[in-house]
């Protein structure tokens, strides 16, 4: 059966789903009738980008089957869409799976279903299995396509449909999606890492690097600017690997070139470059096309040169300072952000000194930090020279505060410009309020309404509060 399912191509795939489709339709129908209501669903994301868009397919077919969508968990179809990057994202699922056993006690028809990363981690479906009875789907990241087929096994099933795969090269097209926000929109454009940092588990979880055909990328883009979107962030594990893989390989360079053409669309931003991988012609491509926004995100992960070589980087403190300094010749006014992990195997007040050099040099706009988690099946897992936890906490604390006191520092040098904001929402404390972004990724709140959505105006940022601003319409 496998076998010949993956012999299908990606259009028959996506034709195969589509009659699945139908049939759970006609299920869920049945099962209004029967209970005289709209059944509901609620879908909770952990971690990154690429599972928020991953969130977007399944609350896509969800709705195209006839679920409505419920504020909170207590629905009907309840999915976790998971994260492993570090241990804490397994714990929180952990937590509110167990906060669903006691609400399926009184709602025993309620189905519980899991997929995302953490799915693809060793021996966790074998512990869903075992302890965790009440849950009714299992899948992986790399059959999600699959979930129209899996939705409608499980509707008829009693037991646990369980459907998670090693490896997949196929990529399934044009399934349905709702996205979360009207005006903006990830666009993946490739999937999987084939870099093997030593600390991370992505690799593992993700599979190899594959890349989408840039007709399809451009497609999907404009048909979303058809449908509203004037922003997009191209996603990818390693965006500056884009299309080496391809039948006719192609930069990332030329595609944000191909993108920064479509009519319409008016920002683009994306995310994650690796500095190994970052070429020339990128910041050149970002310098000339007018789309792209000067926001740069380049994880630097450690400033010691002699742990970016037992992380595997492939890159040494020179180079990414070099990077940096080219990005910011040619895009003044870049905003660098960047992710750094603290305590890996082996680190010494020595190193950790050198990531704060870095950090005090570049003068990051905003840095994610990161306590070193021990992830099974990764290399650094098995090295023996941990650091131990309060040197950890002490050496994260000091190097937040210096991110913190850097930020907002540098948020301050636009304060009394204006700039252009693109207005996302209604602030969330008070509603005369609207809150937008600014190129740089910076938030600003200001007097609005919500017609304003959206659109993107010129905003004078009068007060900097350190990582956001108040303004007013220029
Ligand atoms: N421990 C801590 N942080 C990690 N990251 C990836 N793996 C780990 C780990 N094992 C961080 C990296 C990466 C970000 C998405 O998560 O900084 O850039
Ligand atoms: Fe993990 Fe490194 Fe791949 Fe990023 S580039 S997903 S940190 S292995």
Known sequence: MRDFELNLTPEEESLKQYKYMEKAKLLVAEKEKELGRKLTFHVTTFGCQMNARDSEKL??????IGYVEAEDERADFVIYNTCTVRENADNKVWGRLGYLKSYKKQNPETIIGLCGCMMQEQGVVEKIEKEYKHVNLVFGTHNIYKFAELACKTLQSKGLVVDVWKENDKIVEDLP????????SGVNIMFGCDNFCSYCIVPYVRGREKSREPKDIIREIERLVADGVCEVMLLGQNVNSYGKNLEHPMSFADLLREVNKIEGLERIRFMTSHPKDLSDDLILAMKECDKVCGHMHLPLQSGSDRILEIM??????????????????????????TDIIVGFPGETEEDFQETLNVVKEVGYDS??????????????????????????????????????????ERAKRHE????PVLVEGINEHDNSLVTGRLENNLVVHFKGTEDMIGKIYNVKLSECKGFYYLGELA
Not at 316 to 333: F, N, S, T
């Open 59 to 64: 609350v896509g077919i969800l709705s195209e």
């Open 177 to 184: 999606m709702k996205r979360k926000f009207s005006f903006k």
């Open 312 to 337: 595997n980087r492939h890159y040494d403190k020179a180079k990414y300072l070099d990077i940096v300094r080219k990005l910011r010749e040619a895009v003044p006014d870049i905003a660098i952000t």
């Open 367 to 408: 840095a994610f930090t990161f306590i070193y988690s021990k992830r099974t099946g990764t290399r650094a897992a098995k090295m023996d020279n941990q650091v131990p936890t309060d040197v950890v906490k002490d050496r994260f604390n000091r190097l937040l505060e210096e991110v913190q006191t850097i930020s907002a």
């Open 416 to 419: 009394g410009k204006v700039m």
